[in-house]
């Protein structure tokens, strides 16, 4: 007994082989496992439920916001975009109904509507029907600085809120009421062809199809031949109908961009992607238009002093009864010119008195006696008075200090007469109001063929007949002209800075112009040509370089090269030299725009009956 109390009165118990087996088998049962197991595999898939559960609703909700989100900026530019159409419908209103008006009084009823609209934003209230969305126009600023002229620069700010989701946007919009044409470096209503090399910095516009090929098409002793160059570069946008519009000479055929396969994508040459990528698609519906015996009308309008006049100087146009079929718009025009001139050879154009110049001839005073000289000395005193009047005239056409008419072909030849100049454009005072105009009832020929010194013409110029320019003459002139016109050899560059702006019923044609020299010995027309008809230009023999851009109603083809090219002797082709130059210097056939267009001639350039509006990006502003 002692034993056991010994034995059991340690800390551990010693047990025997059947109580350690038994210790054994309990441990190593499996009875309540499973309820374990189970609580553990509740407990995991709970937490993931909750977790699927919490991402689910984090999504859905991320996903509303972003829903919310992408709504609210919709609302904010269908807002602006309210506004737009409220300012174009307004403007186009004010533009049909004020044709009658001039176009400074015209201007300042749009600039006043602008400036106005700042304290209407509240007019253009909330119109969403999503639940939850609003949207208002929180400001219409007209950036004064930014505007001159017929350009105004209006800025639109709105917001949106879509369930709690704010959004701001801002638009700047350029608003003009010039024709579109002034907008681009090159364009046509019809197609745009560009064959070769020529270099364009600018916006180049196409009404019906943008073509590019590398072979560049030119005549030679009368053959038709061609030379392998490099695509056409386009330094700016490319304004189409759309992208398929956009087309390039794969070889055998005019092709679209295959923006669809990779492969055949990445063979295009690097130009025509460049101008592919840089293209905008812009509707013909939206191109600002001009029709040149209508602005003709006008600036005779202007000339008489009232812009109220046009629809009597319309009548005596057209005739009473309207266009006559096959009557050419100098046939009209000359009548027109012939109804100024009274009998008793003076002028005036409605209501407004004008002088009418002419030439003075020999001949004039061959009538002239005096019985106390003798014939010798009558003969030097006929031309002594010859001179005199020759001298007046001169006099007369570089100090214009109102509209006048000249009465047959005007003849500049820089000896005889060298300078047509209106006093308040040199001074910088021309209005609209007092715009002055010269009318040449006839030809307008200006041949600079001897003398060191330009030819000067500082004046807005109506021809009712041809233009005619050659050799070294300095512009800052809007002219318009009914009848063709012909630039060859010439050299035309701007008086004080400014340029020349042509627009031509006819077709322009623009030939030998520094043929066969050198791009760096170039001197550059400083000059907008726009034509009713259809263009073809080659910068191949001649180097053809314009300050300003080239317009065509019709279809505008340019054919060009790189490099340098001289004619050999005894054979009917060109010899071509380096054919691979990249740079755009290299070019034969240069056109670099000239924005000053619009702030130099604005009294001269046409009106129109639609306004031109180019939005600007969008800003997301917080």
Same mark, same amino acid.
């Given at each position: 007994?002692?034993?056991?109390?010994?034995?059991?009165?340690?800390?551990?118990?010693?047990?025997?082989?059947?109580?350690?087996?038994k210790?054994?088998?309990?441990?190593?049962?499996?009875?309540?496992?499973?309820?374990?197991?189970?609580?553990?595999?509740?407990?995991?898939?709970?937490?993931?439920?909750?977790?699927?559960?919490s991402?689910?609703?984090?999504?859905?909700?991320?996903?509303?916001?972003?829903?919310?989100?992408?709504?609210?900026?919709?609302?904010?530019?269908?807002?602006?975009?309210?506004?737009?159409?409220?300012i174009?419908?307004?403007?186009?209103?004010?533009?049909?109904?004020g044709?009658?008006?001039?176009?400074?009084?015209?201007?300042?009823?749009?600039?006043?509507?602008?400036?106005?609209?700042?304290?209407?934003?509240?007019?253009?209230?909330?119109?969403?029907?999503?639940?939850?969305?609003?949207?208002?126009?929180?400001?219409?600023?007209?950036?004064?600085?930014?505007?001159?002229?017929?350009?105004?620069?209006?800025?639109?700010?709105?917001?949106?809120?879509?369930?709690?989701?704010?959004?701001?946007?801002?638009?700047r919009?350029?608003?003009?009421?010039?024709?579109?044409?002034?907008?681009?470096?090159?364009?046509?209503?019809?197609?745009?062809?560009l064959?070769?090399?020529?270099?364009?910095?600018?916006?180049?516009?196409?009404?019906?199809?943008?073509?590019?090929?590398?072979?560049?098409?030119?005549?030679?002793?009368?053959?038709?031949?061609?030379?392998?160059?490099?695509?056409?570069?386009?330094?700016?946008?490319?304004?189409v109908?759309?992208?398929?519009?956009?087309?390039?000479w794969?070889?055998?055929d005019?092709?679209?961009?295959?923006?669809?396969d990779e492969?055949?994508?990445?063979?295009?040459?690097?130009?025509?992607?460049?101008?592919?990528?840089?293209?905008?698609?812009?509707?013909?519906?939206?191109? #600002?238009?001009?029709?040149?015996?209508?602005?003709?009308?006008?600036?005779?309008?202007?000339?008489s002093?009232s812009?109220?006049n046009?629809?009597?100087?319309?009548?005596?146009?057209?005739?009473?009864?309207g266009?006559?079929?096959?009557?050419?718009?100098?046939?009209?025009?000359?009548?027109?010119a012939?109804?100024?001139?009274?009998?008793?050879?003076?002028?005036?154009?409605?209501?407004?008195?004008?002088?009418?110049?002419?030439?003075?001839?020999r001949?004039?005073f061959?009538?002239?006696?005096?019985d106390?000289?003798?014939?010798?000395?009558?003969?030097?005193?006929?031309?002594?008075?010859?001179?005199?009047?020759?001298q007046?005239?001169?006099?007369?056409?570089?100090?214009?200090?109102?509209?006048?008419?000249?009465?047959?072909?005007?003849n500049?030849?820089?000896?005889?007469?060298?300078?047509?100049?209106?006093?308040?454009?040199?001074?910088?005072?021309?209005?609209?109001?007092?715009?002055?105009?010269?009318?040449?009832?006839?030809?307008?020929?200006?041949?600079?063929?001897?003398?060191?010194?330009?030819?000067?013409?500082?004046?807005?110029?109506?021809v009712?007949?041809?233009?005619?320019?050659?050799?070294?003459?300095?512009?800052?002139?809007?002219?318009?002209?009914?009848g063709?016109?012909?630039?060859?050899?010439?050299?035309?560059?701007?008086?004080?800075?400014?340029?020349?702006v042509?627009?031509?019923?006819g077709?322009?044609?623009?030939?030998?112009?520094?043929?066969?020299?050198?791009?760096?010995? #170039?001197?550059?027309?400083?000059?907008?040509?726009?034509t009713?008809?259809?263009?073809?230009?080659?910068?191949?023999?001649?180097?053809?370089s314009?300050?300003?851009?080239?317009?065509?109603?019709?279809?505008?083809?340019?054919?060009?090269?790189?490099?340098?090219v001289?004619?050999?002797?005894?054979?009917?082709?060109?010899?071509?030299?380096n054919?691979?130059?990249?740079?755009?210097?290299?070019?034969?056939?240069?056109?670099?725009?000239?924005?000053?267009?619009?702030?130099?001639?604005?009294?001269?350039?046409?009106?129109?009956?639609?306004?031109?509006?180019?939005?600007?990006?969008?800003?997301?502003?917080?």
């Amino acid at each position: 007994m002692s034993s056991r109390r010994r034995a059991g009165s340690g800390s551990r118990v010693a047990r025997g082989p059947r109580e350690l087996r038994k210790l054994r088998e309990r441990f190593a049962s499996q009875h309540g496992s499973a309820l374990v197991l189970v609580m553990f595999i509740v407990l995991l898939l709970t937490i993931l439920g909750v977790g699927v559960l919490s991402a689910t609703l984090s999504g859905a909700q991320r996903t509303e916001t972003r829903e919310n989100d992408v709504q609210s900026l919709h609302l904010a530019q269908k807002k602006i975009d309210e506004v737009i159409a409220y300012i174009t419908a307004d403007l186009n209103r004010r533009l049909e109904s004020g044709s009658d008006i001039p176009q400074e009084e015209l201007d300042g009823q749009i600039h006043t509507f602008l400036a106005g609209l700042q304290n209407k934003t509240a007019d253009f209230a909330s119109n969403t029907s999503l639940q939850g969305g609003a949207n208002e126009i929180t400001g219409i600023t007209l950036d004064d600085s930014a505007s001159t002229g017929s350009q105004y620069v209006v800025v639109i700010r709105a917001n949106a809120n879509v369930n709690g989701v704010s959004r701001t946007l801002e638009q700047r919009v350029e608003i003009t009421t010039f024709p579109d044409f002034l907008n681009y470096s090159l364009g046509s209503e019809g197609n745009v062809i560009l064959n070769g090399a020529p270099y364009t910095q600018g916006n180049v516009y196409a009404g019906n199809q943008l073509k590019l090929s590398p072979i560049a098409q030119y005549k030679h002793a009368g053959a038709d031949l061609t030379e392998s160059s490099l695509y056409p570069l386009i330094d700016g946008e490319a304004h189409v109908q759309s992208l398929d519009s956009l087309r390039y000479w794969s070889g055998a055929d005019y092709s679209t961009v295959p923006i669809n396969d990779e492969d055949q994508y990445n063979r295009v040459d690097e130009r025509v992607k460049k101008t592919y990528e840089n293209s905008l698609v812009k509707k013909k519906n939206t191109f #600002v238009q001009i029709d040149v015996e209508d602005s003709f009308l006008d600036k005779v309008a202007e000339a008489s002093g009232s812009s109220g006049n046009k629809a009597a100087l319309a009548s005596t146009y057209y005739g009473a009864e309207g266009p006559k079929s096959g009557e050419s718009a100098i046939s009209r025009g000359s009548r027109l010119a012939q109804s100024f001139i009274r009998e008793d050879g003076s002028g005036a154009i409605g209501s407004q008195t004008v002088p009418v110049l002419r030439m003075p001839e020999r001949a004039d005073f061959n009538g002239y006696t005096d019985d106390s000289l003798t014939e010798e000395e009558l003969a030097v005193k006929r031309e002594q008075l010859y001179n005199e009047a020759v001298q007046a005239f001169k006099s007369q056409l570089a100090h214009l200090n109102s509209s006048a008419i000249y009465n047959g072909d005007l003849n500049l030849d820089g000896v005889t007469l060298n300078e047509i100049t209106d006093t308040a454009k040199a001074g910088g005072s021309q209005t609209e109001a007092t715009s002055h105009w010269l009318i040449v009832n006839g030809n307008l020929n200006i041949d600079n063929y001897s003398s060191a010194a330009p030819i000067t013409v500082q004046a807005n110029l109506l021809v009712v007949g041809n233009l005619n320019i050659k050799g070294d003459v300095r512009f800052d002139s809007t002219l318009y002209t009914l009848g063709s016109t012909n630039i060859v050899n010439a050299s035309i560059t701007g008086k004080d800075n400014k340029e020349l702006v042509v627009i031509s019923k006819g077709a322009v044609l623009v030939n030998r112009v520094d043929e066969f020299k050198d791009q760096d010995k #170039v001197t550059e027309l400083r000059a907008f040509f726009y034509t009713d008809s259809t263009a073809e230009l080659y910068g191949v023999g001649s180097v053809f370089s314009i300050d300003g851009g080239f317009f065509a109603k019709g279809d505008l083809t340019i054919n060009a090269v790189v490099g340098k090219v001289s004619a050999v002797p005894g054979q009917y082709a060109f010899s071509f030299e380096n054919q691979d130059q990249t740079e755009p210097a290299a070019s034969r056939f240069q056109v670099r725009y000239n924005e000053q267009v619009f702030e130099d001639q604005k009294v001269g350039l046409p009106r129109v009956k639609m306004i031109s509006i180019h939005a600007g990006p969008v800003e997301l502003k917080p």
